[in-house]
């Protein structure tokens, strides 16, 4: 290998070798914290729910007659969606994962004024609620008919049984082993709640809060002239329900309009395109950054192969075969690139240091930065495969040639 | 050891077609000092790049240690110039970034000599030509004779069969001509054949015999000067 001769001879004519080198730590350094950033979105992205979005709509029934009887427009509503061919459950509530709008509570431990020691979404469901959003009951039991109340009917607006979900009460009661069912919490400071149960799962519907993962469904149905209901349909009736859905409430009730229609998973797309746009934006980025590296390898490359024409001319003259002289650039390029990633490599984990502390990012994984190496190494090689394979068929004769 | 035979080269174009070497036929033996002259244009450089095998030829037959180069492959031509030619070139050619230490290692390095030959090999053949005290110097920092006698060191580092200069002198005043020329004497009387291209016919009296080259081919109607010479060798 000719890394001696190489390397003296770059060190003597660097300025274009160092600038290269620069634009691909800078390269590696943004490369690699882009991933960073586009590796935390995605895993933001990819986190389920806990419910099933792919067989789950929504849509709202909004009353305009002041005098209109809520309570059994509701019961009607759920009896003519329950009985419908293909769909699994329905329920009335507030809210669902992801919609970006819904109800939280402040929780505490102990009962009377003080600060909460955690907070929660708040899904109001009756016993149907369980099963129409098809969680995983962990522990526990669902509600039973006789614990969901309407809200008119309960002087104390909160139930005294609640299911949370396992990171709710975890969060809860940190240092408590074993099952949660049983324990017990305030709302607002007076209202106790008991768990009956556990689900695995079931996010908030706001994917940017930091406790996305605590939920509790509350046994409580409001009279209210404003009625969201969430329907799971059987696996692939789900479009052609939506359509009928609203059809049939809409012709049900002339007092009503009927909006909101949308499926589970448009409101999981809606919620995390910015997350979808910013991974885009940084492909592009990187993608963008790469190839400009790439094309000045490229260009630094051939314009090394045209200032050294006759060198190459008196190399092969002197007996260097055709991949000689390809290797002999490549390995210029690999030396150049080597620094550039080292240097990349430590920019990477400075940058990755300020971004962690500065906007909370997770920390780089190990592996992330040996990765963008060998990609750069490899971007090296490629862009300066076609300037070497040049510099290969320059005649030897060019050596007699007089300057 | 050299022996070309009705040797054409003719370099075309679209348009042009341009005959550089017509029918041209030579036997260099073994141990030899031949100059090979004639005006500008002549076809001497064309005949020392195909003696060199940095050019194919056109048609003929061109044979070096009895082996018929026109069947090599470019891999193998690179390892015969490597191995049994050692270049001498008019403006030296010397590859200005590399030291003159690193220089003499260029075609030692195609050879695949390991380190500790390849240092051997240098130091001698850079101590043989007067500059073992500049071997980290630059070609730059080296005067145009002490720069001739650099490429002398590189040529003849690999202990090659027979040098190949092309002008050796054209670069240099007069006192380093003579120089050069002293060693490349030393070196062929050491056993190594040369041919040297030169379109001086005053140096052409070094050679031990001298070739004329007119429009491509071997000429018997030599200058006097040069047939002085002739008949003297």
Redesign the interface.
């Known amino acids: 290998m000719?890394f001696?001769?190489i390397w003296?001879?770059?060190m003597?004519?660097k300025g274009g070798y160092l600038l290269i080198a620069l634009q691909i730590a800078v390269t590696m350094a943004v490369m690699v914290n882009a991933f960073a950033i586009m590796q935390e979105r995605s895993i933001k992205m990819s986190r389920p729910s806990g419910i099933d979005d792919a067989n789950t709509f929504s849509l709202v029934s909004v009353g305009f007659k002041p005098d209109m009887d809520a309570k059994t427009l509701v019961q009607e509503d759920l009896d003519l969606l329950r009985g419908l061919p293909g769909v699994v459950n329905a329920v009335e509530t507030n809210s669902f994962p992801l919609r970006q709008g819904g109800w939280s509570e402040g929780l505490h431990r102990e009962p009377g004024v003080g600060k909460s020691v955690s907070s929660s979404a708040i899904y109001f469901v009756d016993e149907h609620g369980l099963d129409t959003f098809a969680l995983n009951l962990v522990d526990g039991q669902n509600f039973t008919p006789d614990q969901v109340s309407w809200d008119s009917d309960s002087p104390d607006f909160w139930p005294a049984t609640v299911i949370v979900t396992q990171a709710l009460a975890e969060d809860l009661f940190p240092d408590h082993e074993g099952s949660y069912v049983g324990k017990t919490f305030w709302f607002n400071d007076e209202n106790p709640a008991n768990i009956v149960g556990v689900v695995e799962r079931m996010q908030a519907p706001w994917p940017t809060w930091t406790g996305v993962e605590r939920s509790m469904l509350v046994p409580l149905r409001r009279e209210s002239e404003f009625a969201r209901y969430v329907i799971r349909t059987e696996p692939g009736y789900r479009d052609e329900l939506m359509v009928q859905v609203e059809e049939l409430l809409s012709g049900s009730n002339k007092d009503r309009i009927i909006r909101g229609l949308g499926s589970a998973e448009e409101a999981r797309k809606l919620s995390y395109l910015g997350d979808a746009a910013m991974i885009k934006i940084l492909s592009f980025i990187v993608v963008l950054l790469t190839a400009i590296t790439g094309l000045g390898i490229v260009g630094l490359a051939s314009f090394s192969v045209a200032r050294r024409t006759?060198?190459i001319g008196?190399?092969?003259?002197?007996?260097?075969?055709?991949p000689?002289i390809i290797r002999y650039f490549m390995l210029e390029n690999f030396l150049v690139s080597s620094v550039g990633v080292v240097a990349g490599g430590v920019l990477a984990i400075g940058l990755n240091i300020v971004m962690v502390q500065a906007f909370a990012l997770t920390p780089l994984a190990w592996y992330v930065i040996p990765v963008a190496m060998i990609v750069l190494w490899v971007v090296g090689q490629a862009a300066v495969a076609g300037p070497a394979r040049r510099a290969s068929a320059i005649?030897?004769?060019i050596?007699?040639r007089?300057? | 050891m050299l022996n070309m035979k009705n040797v054409s080269k003719v370099y075309r174009t679209d348009t042009v077609e341009t005959h550089a070497l017509r029918e041209f036929s030579l036997i260099v033996e073994e141990g030899e000092f031949v100059s090979v002259t004639g005006p500008s244009g002549s076809g001497k450089t064309t005949f020392l790049n195909i003696a060199g095998l940095l050019e194919d030829l056109t048609d003929g037959a061109y044979e070096l240690d009895g082996r018929d180069i026109s069947k090599l492959n470019d891999k193998e031509r690179s390892r015969v110039r490597n191995e049994k030619i050692g270049f001498i070139f008019q403006s030296f050619n010397l590859i200005p970034e590399l030291n003159i230490f690193d220089n003499v290692d260029v075609p030692l390095r195609y050879r695949g000599f390991n380190a500790d030959e390849r240092k051997r090999r240098i130091e001698q053949s850079i101590e043989m030509v007067g500059l073992g005290s500049r071997m980290q110097h630059l070609p730059a920092q080296l005067s145009g004779g002490q720069q001739q006698r650099v490429a002398i060191a590189r040529a003849l580092a690999g202990e090659p069969r027979f040098l190949l200069a092309d002008e050796p002198t054209g670069n240099l005043d007069s006192q380093m001509a003579d120089s050069v020329l002293d060693l490349l004497a030393e070196i062929n009387a050491a056993g190594t054949t040369i041919i040297m291209v030169t379109h001086e016919l005053g140096l052409a009296d070094r050679a031990r015999r001298n070739i004329f080259v007119r429009d491509g081919q071997v000429s018997d109607n030599a200058p006097e000067l040069h047939l002085a010479s002739m008949a003297a060798g």
């Open positions: 000719e001696g001769p003296r001879a770059m003597r004519n006759r060198q008196i190399r092969r003259a002197l007996g260097a075969t055709k000689a005649s030897p004769a050596a007699t007089s300057i």
